[in-house]
């Protein structure tokens, strides 16, 4: 997706006097402005980023209660599962968001 830069120490003290952190480098490249010499996050960037996020969002929403059923790689059927049908999958399983799973 971006490619990865290593810091100068005159860029961390920068950064540090900034108030920038080290994930935000990263976040400038993936949604800032391609210019010339680095990056740059303009107003209409961080705009078009809240719109994708807030797509997100609502496909999230739409999807509480859909469940698949997988057996190894393999997607077997997809359905909604009722209030009753989450709690018995829920009861015997230590179940974790995918959010937690992979950090």
Do not use: C
């Not at 997100?56 to 997809?78: C, M, N, P, Y």
């Amino acid at each position: 997706m971006m490619n990865a830069v290593h810091l100068t120490a005159h860029a961390a003290k920068r950064m540090a006097q900034r108030g920038l952190a080290n994930d935000d480098v990263q976040l400038i490249q993936w949604i800032g402005t391609e210019v010339e010499g680095g990056y740059l996050v303009r107003e209409k960037d961080f705009q078009a980023l809240d719109r994708e996020l807030k797509q997100l969002r609502d496909q999230a929403k739409r999807l509480i209660g859909k469940r698949l059923v997988v057996e190894g790689d393999r997607l077997i059927t997809a359905y909604h599962a009722g209030r009753s049908k989450q709690r018995l999958l829920l009861r015997d399983t230590h179940a974790r968001p995918l959010m937690e799973r992979h950090p």
